[in-house]
């Protein structure tokens, strides 16, 4: 492949916006099929608000009431178990404290049906004393920031793919890599026993190099949009075999859980449902934030989907489940520190808290910002290698760094193209979307490795923390100092005895 390689940026496309209401008590309120029922308040002001903009409330994370407050309950059970904070007693039902951080999902709800105008519903609706909140969450979209211009179906594939794993120097020995093939010479550190689920669009689970461990569409629509979680897919799981690529964990099982039908959110809890203590969620989104210029320009402004009130529910019930949770930080090359993610959106609940300060309560999610490769990798030189690539969201709650340029991984065709998308390969998987399953990657292997040594797995604050203490370091790059902080790289001979050394 040539070094000039012709590339645009990704201007997201995705046009749906969703109106959440948050009620201030969860029994204010039920919803049936005949619209909303009382359970301890008159509703009937509120349902004529709703039946003049021809909307309908439901549950945003799905099932019933009494369903959702069991399965809170469980998590917050496994959570003390866990050593993970726990909702304070005194704070309200929908309210997250510094030691709780857990919004109460039996109080989310979304709009449907065909209204015209969203903000003035959410104006109305933020007037009635029983809802503590109504904003409109905007589309989210991929954290991909580069796409190739070329056309993969107009070249022949050969009779047999070639092994490309020479190509991904990420999986060798710091600090170029996050040495995943030391972690395979462990029993256990290629993920064996472990599951993690992927939210996003779509995957291509019949992909030649994608047929071993996967588990298939958990939630949501797979779309045919799908080279994107095929890439991610690949980066984390692509089969051990003599052609193509190699997952860093190979042996882990894939689901994917899709936003597509979905909200992020809602597709968040299905994988947590599916998921079992000291498996993986990772949140391969990001959104426009309020930094975001109109007309958008590119991806510029988009930050890590936790912001939304929604959305940190949603992590954290999968954090108190014991799941880990790993986050791009987005492309929107933001300081995540800014005073302006300080500000309460309007129609924000009073109990949101900016988690992207960390004197705040945190999602628990490991945040993920982006780094030049190696110069030379594929022929090309991004900058010095590990330092913040220029899109990279960055502050000081980004936990780690990974690749965000020239992944080589499956799915794209721009390394290796044909007339079945079975066989494309890529060389340039990029942006926060590359990073973020390294990091994912990273984390299966030691939790295996755990595992086959009988011991507990560790849970995503523990790996937060492990994976700033250890690592390749951060380096300075032209106007991207060291002080805007996207973290180490991860490396797995030094995160595997650290993460041992816990009991």
């Known amino acids: 492949m040539d070094s000039d390689l012709l590339e645009e940026v990704i201007t997201p496309t995705e046009t749906e916006s969703r109106l959440v209401v948050i009620f201030k008590t969860a029994s204010v309120v039920k919803v049936n099929s005949r619209g909303l029922e009382p359970a301890s308040e008159d509703v009937a002001p509120l349902q004529a608000v709703l039946d003049r903009h021809h909307a309908s409330l439901t549950l945003l994370f799905g099932q019933d ?51 015209a105008n969203l903000e003035s519903l959410a ?45 991904q120097i990420y999986l060798g020995p ?85 936003y597509v039908g979905n909200s992020v959110a809602t597709a968040i809890k299905a994988a947590a449902d599916r998921l079992r203590s000291g498996d993986v969620i990772l949140l391969e989104v990001h959104r426009p934030g309020p930094n975001t210029p109109n007309p958008p320009s590119g991806q510029k402004g988009y930050i890590a989907v936790e912001w939304w009130p929604e959305d940190f529910a949603a992590i954290r019930y999968a954090v108190n489940k014991g799941i880990v949770v790993v986050e791009a930080a987005g492309n929107g090359a933001e300081n995540l520190d800014a005073p302006i993610y300080n500000t309460r959106l309007q129609g924000f609940p009073n109990w949101w808290r900016n988690p992207f300060n960390t004197l705040n309560p945190s999602s628990g999610a490991i945040i993920v910002g982006a780094g030049c490769p190696p110069p030379g990798v594929h022929g090309r030189n991004h900058g010095p290698d590990r330092s913040r690539l220029s899109f990279s969201n960055y502050g000081s709650r980004v936990d780690c760094q990974g690749w965000g340029r020239e992944v080589t991984s499956t799915g794209y065709g721009d390394l290796q193209g044909g007339q079945s998308r079975d066989l494309w390969y890529t060389d340039v998987f990029n942006g926060t979307s590359s990073a973020s399953p390294m990091a994912t990657g990273v984390v299966l292997c030691v939790q295996g490795i755990r595992k086959s040594k009988g011991k507990v797995p560790l ?40 993460a041992l050394n816990i009991p």
């Open 174 to 258: 710091a600090p170029a890599g996050v040495d995943a093939k030391f972690a395979h010479t462990i029993p256990g550190g290629r993920g064996q026993g472990l599951r993690m689920a992927d939210v996003e669009r779509g995957w291509l689970f019949t992909h030649e190099d994608l047929r071993v461990l996967q588990g298939g569409v958990v939630s949501g629509t797979n779309s045919p949009d799908n080279d994107h979680g095929t890439a991610v897919c690949g980066v984390v799981s692509g089969d051990v075999n003599n052609i193509g690529i190699l997952g860093i964990a190979p042996d882990s099982v894939f689901y994917g859980s899709s």
């Open 65 to 115: 009431e009494s369903r959702l407050r069991r399965d809170q309950a469980e998590a917050l059970r496994a959570s003390a178990e866990d050593g993970e904070p726990s909702d304070a007693a005194n704070e309200g039902p929908s309210a997250p404290s510094e030691g709780g951080i857990m919004p109460d999902l039996a109080s989310f709800y979304f709009v449907d049906g065909p209204v």
């Open 459 to 498: 849970t995503s604050s523990r790996y937060r923390t492990l994976l700033r203490q250890t690592g390749s370091p951060q380096q300075a790059g032209p106007g991207a100092p060291v002080s805007q902080r996207i973290g180490n790289r991860p490396d797995l001979k030094k995160l595997i005895p650290a």
């Open 123 to 167: 104006g109305e609706l933020n007037q009635h004393d029983l809802v503590d909140a109504a904003y409109i969450t905007p589309p989210a979209s991929q954290p991909l920031l580069f796409q190739t211009l070329t056309s993969p179906e107009e070249n022949d594939a050969p009779a047999v793919t070639p092994n490309f794993t020479s190509r």
